[in-house]
């Protein structure tokens, strides 16, 4: 079937992408349907038509999916795609992705994976916001970006940071009308106001982070004075980022209230974390997914293991309470030095950090003799560099725990391994992000002994 521009097509979302667009097919063509959920009947309008896939708006819903969740909230959901699909239903799809995944890409088919570990209120899970400061006819709004667009809609009442965060974010837009604080305008690179930024720890204290795009904060002794009246914040910063595109915060930061770092904790670690600081985003979850890596390690105290992609350390920290040695292998300096610190405050002097490109890095700790036995990784989105794995390959460890943000390159990886004398023993998704498309996979690959030729 030839298809158009602005042809409308009727049809059934089927599955989701990545980024948790449905998924429309016809005549085994695809395409990606913002909003659309898995069950939908529904009329598309074609968007844009590209070789391999297009994009289609829905006109109308004709029979709603039957695991449509009843919930309302549709304002900000391009950054929750999956809020309107029903819990549990998107722990079953995480857990089939993984699934498929491990069969596509590393034709592992007889492999049990465990059902998504998910949150019992999976709700006001993220410790880390940052929000966008749009323009609506010159004035200020604070929130998320409409689905599918660059509009940014008011977001007074989120579902995803915890409540100090909302009550936080209203004192500011407060701030913001009254004293007239104009937002930064991309294209024009004029105006003030381009971010928030809200952390929140355990104990539900808060640092906020106000990010502009020159050193100019008018009215800052305003801002600071109602902000520090309310009970819980700890820290304000201000933030100067006078790049024209992301990231979101600029180099310069300047404390303008209280504490210069916040502290929270990841089951029995400290961590201190100051404005830029990685930490993850979902506690609750984060602490599930490092005690499923650390009952698939099995660190005992003879053990040396190597935690490459380590970030601040925090999977290290599990470990080394339990092993003899770590080496955490990262390349961002700053994180790096976080891992130190954090190794500090929590008493642990057995765990040694690397700045370095893990391609570089762990092939020469190899070459240099240092030995290992256990191996974890963690990789970004495009997953382990072939260097990586053809050095743990080398050093033959007995265990490999795979922590993985992405089940496709990490299906990939596992398949080098499984090539190269590796078995996969267990696979357990965790849903660190509820209502996205993301999740997260911990692996388990043990050496069977004998390496088989590629
Ligand atoms: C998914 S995060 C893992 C963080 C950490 N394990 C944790 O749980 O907090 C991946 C980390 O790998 C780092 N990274 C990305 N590419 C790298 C590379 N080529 N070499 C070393 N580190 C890298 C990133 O900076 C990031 O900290």
Known sequence: ??????????????????????????????????????????EIKIRELKKHYGTGSIIKI???????????????SGEIPLINYNYSKQLEWKRHKVKMDLLKFA???DIEVKDTLGMDHPYRYRNHMQIPVGNRKGKAVLGFFEKGSHNIVDMDGSILQPEIGDEILDTIRKWVEKYNISPYDRRTNKGILRHIGIRTNKDNQAMVIIVTATDNLPNSKELINVLKSKEGIVSIYHNINNQKSSPTYGRKYIRLYGEDRLVDYLGNFKFSISPNSFFQVNRSQAKILYS??????????????????????????????????????EYIKAATDDALENAKLNK???AEFITGKAEEVFPDLMSKGIKGNKVVVDPPRKGCEPEVLEAIVKLN??????????SATMARDVKYLLDNGYEAKKVQPVDMFPHTAHVETVVLLTNSGSKAKK
């Not at 080394?320 to 955490?328: D, H, N, P, R």
């Not at 460890?397 to 992405?406: I, K, L, T």
């Open 348 to 350: 642990i002097n057995n």
């Open 62 to 76: 004709i029979e709603p999916s039957s695991d449509r969740a009843n919930n309302d909230i549709v304002s900000f």
């Open 1 to 42: 079937m030839d298809f158009k521009l602005g042809d409308i097509l009727k049809g059934e979302i089927m599955d989701f992408t990545h980024e948790g667009n449905g998924v429309m097919k016809k005549d085994n063509f695809a395409f990606f349907v913002p909003g659309g959920i898995i069950g939908d009947k529904v």
């Open 107 to 109: 034709a592992l088919s």
């Open 397 to 406: 460890p007995e265990r490999v725990v795979y922590v993985s943000c992405n």
């Open 292 to 329: 499923t890596a650390m009952d698939y390690l099995e660190p005992s105290m003879e053990d040396i293991v190597f935690d490459i992609y380590c970030g601040i350390g925090t999977i290290s920290l599990y470990i080394a309470e339990k092993a003899k040695k770590v080496y955490g292998i």
